[in-house]
């Protein structure tokens, strides 16, 4: 059966106005029998979102019409498609309680959750690593080297996984090499398959799932999913399990690139 895991909509403030029902009614049109929308959760208590619009999160308010909404959706199209309902989570390093906090109460909700990283912590600070490469570059700076930029982020991953976060903690890591985003533009070279070989060894011992995302296949500067083919095989070989996420953000980017992928 088709599945698009990773799935964003109009809930979201950096995202689209398509309605639910576009996206569902395309997944219908080419095949897919389970999708899984993973709006970005509400932003944890006392947390200050470093990107310029503060626009990373789903407000309290729209996660709950986001909730009945697609609750009832899932009871429209059941003899159509399963239709799972879900978030993507921001893992921030010094708010695991606050995270925690949430998935105790709202995580008995949730059919699927994905565990991501966008914001690194250094020097007390938090800087959104994806918003831009004017950021990125910026970031470097402050840190010290691009390759320093890569260990942390990589770091930040593995806290993720390691981290306690209750029964609720979602069970599939975000794009894990997120981090490649901005490589064409830096365009230095980093090494970085012994971390990325490390942390989907320990996905596969904790009993993690892998997002394998095509998001970055459409990014000017990164042009490769997250994670890349060669670490895909990887994860395939070792006998992780693989859930293709489009990270759709609009309906046309819907399903992108899920052929390639699944090659």
């Given amino acids: 059966m088709k599945r698009d895991g990773h799935i964003h909509s109009p ?3 950096h995202g689209s106005t398509d309605t639910l029902i576009s996206y569902i009614e395309k997944a219908i049109n080419e095949g897919f029998g389970d999708i899984t929308f993973t709006e970005h959760a509400p932003i944890p208590n006392g947390f200050i979102d470093p990107t310029p619009d503060q626009d990373s999160f789903m407000t309290k308010k729209a996660f709950y019409q986001y909730v009945s909404e697609i609750q009832k959706l899932q009871t429209d199209y059941a003899n159509k498609i399963k239709i799972r309902l879900g978030v993507e ?3 921030i390093v010094g708010f695991e309680k606050q995270t925690t906090d949430f998935l105790n109460e709202f995580g ?4 699927d959750a994905i565990l991501s990283v966008h914001f690194l912590k250094h020097q007390g600070q938090y800087t959104c690593i994806d918003f831009s490469t004017e950021v990125f570059n910026n970031f470097a700076a402050e840190v010290g080297s691009v390759a320093a930029v890569y260990k942390l982020y990589y770091d930040t991953v593995m806290q993720s996984i390691k981290a306690d976060l209750g029964r609720f903690k979602p069970k599939r890591i975000g794009h894990p090499t997120l981090i490649h985003k901005f490589q064409l533009a830096h365009g230095q070279t980093i090494n970085d398959e012994a971390h990325i070989h490390h942390i989907l060894d320990t996905m596969l011992e904790d009993g993690y799932e892998l997002d394998v995302n095509s998001a970055g296949l459409s990014k000017k500067y990164c042009k490769e999913p997250y994670p890349p083919k ?4 990887y994860a395939k070989n070792i006998g992780l399990p693989l859930i ?3 990270d759709a953000h609009q309906v046309a980017d819907l399903h992108k690139y899920y052929t390639d992928i699944i090659k």
Avoid at 108 to 111: A, H, K
Avoid at 230 to 233: E, G, H, L
């Fill in 108 to 111: 008995y909700l949730f059919d």
């Fill in 230 to 233: 060669p670490y895909i095989t």
């Fill in 244 to 246: 293709f996420g489009s």
């Fill in 11 to 13: 809930y979201c403030p």
């Fill in 89 to 91: 989570l921001d893992y």
